[in-house]
């Protein structure tokens, strides 16, 4: 990878880590804390949502073991007063969190890219990523319960290249 994709991949981690801790700190009232590393790859056993958009070429993928995701969206129905969920709300909820995250990210895209970019059709996929450039997520929640989750993200190399400027002719 370039150093230009490499800065946009960077970019890209960083903005999302940052939407999905304010969309915590809008559900829970607290700011959770959140570290990105890159590497990692795509776990087969995980729940996967897979988002793609319109206005931009390719797709992000996040993921998450069951343990993780229902944390999240316990940390997110106990800051609603909510402490006993059944699991198809607790993973609709979770499925809120990346929806509001990832519709953040696509109004960075669209500032990056000088046009509009929303997400499209997103959902839960079984199926495995294309081409793409993996980090691994890890929240911190104060709580009380104190708790951490972790995430897999992805962006195909299709919408990085999107995302980086082209050279300027020598």
Known sequence: MDLASQSVQEWFFERLTSRLAGVFELMTGTRPEIQGRPGGAPDASALRWRQPFRGAPGIVWI?????????????ILRGAGIENADKPTIQSTYFELLGQALSGVAQDFSDRLGKEVVCTDG??????????????????????????IELAAAIESSLLDALTPAEAPS
């Open 123 to 148: 959902g839960e996929s079984p199926q495995k990523t294309g081409t793409a450039e993996w980090a691994r997520i890890a929240i911190q929640f104060g709580g009380p319960p104190a708790s951490a």
């Open 63 to 75: 993921e998450a073991s069951e343990q993780h995701w229902t944390e999240g969206g316990n940390q």
